[in-house]
C-alpha cells in the first residue's frame, strides 16, 4: 500500500504509458471490490500488455542483461550448503533434461506467472503451468494458500469443447455500468451483495455458478449494451466478442467462472525470500500473503512491482558468491503429456467453484492414478505436464485439509467461515515424492517457523 504509488512512477519513468482523462490527468477507474475509483489502465483493457510492454524495453535496452528466450526452467541447483546457485533449462530444439546445460547463478528469482492451465477453462496463457512453483517445489519449497484459486466471474464462454485460454470480460466493463443476467434476463446480483455486480469476485463467481446449476444452463448473460462506447473503451474485448459472433454494443455476452489467478504459491517473506537460500519467488509464483483468501481486481500487477522492487535491494545487499553445484535434488518422475487433458477436466469438475470432501477426495485419487502414466521422453509437453500434476496434487490436498469457506475456496459441505481456520495451509514434497503438510499461525514473525 505504502510503496505502490512510488512503484508506478518509477514504471512511468521507464515508459509505461497509462490513460489518460479529459484534463490529462491519469484516469483512475473501478473494479470488482473495490469501492472508490483508484485502478489505472492502459489501452482501455491492456494495461498488463503495456506493463509488460515497458519492463521488455527496459530490459532489451540494458547492456548488462542477457535474454534467453523459448526456454523452460526445468529444477533448481543447489550447492554443497543447500543453497540454490543457478538452474537447469530446457532451450526449445536443443537438448534434453541432462544435456541442456546448467545456468549458474548468485541468486535465482523465479518470476514464472501462475499456474491456471490446471484447470480446463482458464484466462491464462498456455504456458502458465505453474512452472517455476514445482521448481521450488522440488528443491524443498513450500508452496502455502494454494487452495486460494479466483475464479474470474467474467469469461467469455465459447462452448463445451474449449480447452485452454479463454477471453476475459474484464471487470471494468461492470464497472461502467454491464448487468449480470441470468438465463432467463434476471439482473440477479442487486439481491445478493451491497455493491451488486461489483462485488468481489468469489461473490459473483460463487452466485453465477448457484445460477448455472439451478437453471442446468452453461452460462449466464452479461449485458453491456448500454455501456457508452464500448468498441473505443474495450477494443480488445470488443475484438475477441466479435471473433465469436457476438456485437457487445447489441448483443448479450455468455460469460461462465474460468480460472484466473492463483493467490498462493511459494511461501515467501516481505522480502520475496523462500526458505531455500538463494531463491526468491515473486508475482503470481509466490505466496506473499498481500491478498488473503481473495485478490482485489487489479492489485496483481501492483504486488508484482512492489515485492519485484523488494526483491532487487535484497538481492543488492546481500549477494552470495558463485558457487559450483552438488548433484541436483528433483524427484525423478516425468508423466505422459497423454493425461493433461484428464488432470484439467477433473480439476475443474472436483476442485473448481465449488467444492465438497466428496468432489475433492475423488480428484485426487484421479491424480494418484494418472500419476502411474510415466513417460522416458523429456520433453516440454512432459515437464509441463509433471509440473501441472505436482499443483494439482497440492491444490487438492489444501482444499481437503480447509474445512471451511474463506474467500475464493468454497466448501459446500462447510459453508461457513471459521476462526479456527485463520491460518495458512503448507504443502511440501520430499525427495521420494512423499507430500506432507504443516499450518502456519497467522501472526509469526518467522513466516517459516511452523514449517518441518
Known amino acids: 500500500v505504502s510503496e505502490g504509488p512510488e512503484a508506478v512512477r518509477k514504471l512511468i519513468a521507464r ?3 497509462f490513460d489518460l482523462s479529459e484534463s490529462g490527468e491519469i484516469a483512475l477507474t473501478r473494479e470488482g471490490g473495490h469501492l472508490r475509483n483508484r485502478i489505472l489502465h492502459a489501452g482501455g483493457d491492456a494495461t498488463g500488455a503495456e506493463v509488460s510492454r515497458a519492463l521488455l524495453a527496459a530490459v532489451q535496452n540494458d547492456d548488462g542483461i542477457e535474454v534467453l528466450e523459448n526456454a523452460l526452467v ?3 541447483l543447489k550447492n554443497e550448503k543447500d543453497e540454490v546457485c543457478g538452474v537447469t533449462l530446457h532451450v526449445i530444439g ?3 533434461r ?27 496463457p498456455s504456458v502458465s503451468t505453474g512452472d517455476g512453483v514445482a521448481l521450488a517445489l522440488r528443491a524443498g519449497a513450500d508452496v502455502a494458500d494454494v487452495e486460494f484459486i479466483q475464479f474470474h466471474p467474467t469469461v467469455l464462454w465459447t462452448g463445451d469443447s474449449s480447452r485452454g485460454q479463454q477471453p476475459l470480460i474484464s471487470e471494468a466493463v461492470r464497472g461502467e455500468g454491464a448487468i449480470l443476467r441470468n438465463i432467463k434476463g434476471e439482473a440477479f446480483m442487486k439481491s445478493v451483495h451491497p455493491l451488486a455486480d461489483l462485488a468481489p469476485r468469489d461473490i459473483v463467481a460463487k452466485e453465477i455458478s448457484r445460477q448455472m446449476l439451478s437453471s442446468g444452463s452453461k452460462h449466464v448473460w452479461l449485458d453491456a449494451t448500454k455501456v457508452p462506447d464500448f468498441a473505443e473503451r474495450f477494443p480488445t474485448i470488443y475484438q475477441s466478442c466479435l471473433n465469436h459472433g457476438i456485437n457487445p454494443t447489441v448483443d448479450l ?4 467462472p474460468a480460472s484466473h489467478y492463483a493467490s498462493g504459491g511459494v511461501r515467501v517473506d516481505l522480502f520475496g525470500r523462500s526458505a531455500i537460500s538463494g531463491l526468491y519467488v515473486c508475482g503470481e509464483s509466490a505466496c506473499t500473503g498481500a491478498h488473503g483468501a481473495n485478490r482485489l481486481a487489479s492489485n496483481s500487477l501492483l504486488e508484482g512491482l512492489v515485492f519485484g522492487a ?3 535491494e535484497n538481492i543488492a545487499n546481500s549477494l552470495a558468491e558463485f558457487s559450483e553445484p552438488k548433484t541436483s535434488r528433483s524427484v525423478e518422475i516425468l508423466l505422459d503429456p497423454v493425461i493433461r487433458t484428464a488432470l484439467q477436466q477433473a480439476m475443474s469438475r472436483g476442485a473448481g467453484v465449488v467444492r465438497s470432501e466428496e468432489t475433492l477426495a475423488e480428484t485426487l485419487m484421479t491424480l494418484q492414478k494418472l500419476a502411474l502414466f510415466t513417460t522416458n521422453e523429456a520433453n516440454i509437453d512432459s515437464w509441463e505436464t509433471t509440473n501441472l500434476y505436482y499443483l494439482a496434487t497440492a491444490i487438492v490436498r489444501s482444499a481437503l485439509e480447509r ?7 468454497w466448501r459446500e459441505d462447510f459453508p461457513n467461515t471459521s476462526k479456527e481456520w485463520e491460518k495458512r ?14 499450518i502456519e499461525e497467522l501472526g509469526v514473525s518467522n513466516v517459516f517457523s511452523s514449517t518441518k
Open 15 to 17: 515508459g509505461a504509458v
Open 74 to 76: 526445468i529444477d533448481a
Open 94 to 96: 536443443a537438448g534434453t
Open 98 to 124: 541432462d544435456g541442456v546445460g546448467q545456468v549458474l547463478a548468485r541468486a535465482v528469482v523465479v518470476a514464472t506467472g501462475g499456474l491456471g492451465q490446471v484447470f480446463s477453462q482458464s484466462t491464462n
Open 253 to 256: 455476452i455468455p460469460v461462465a
Open 310 to 312: 523488494r526483491i532487487a
Open 403 to 409: 474445512t471451511e469457506s474463506r474467500g475464493s475456496h
Open 425 to 438: 495451509i503448507h504443502q511440501r514434497i520430499d525427495s521420494a515424492g512423499i507430500w506432507s503438510s504443516s
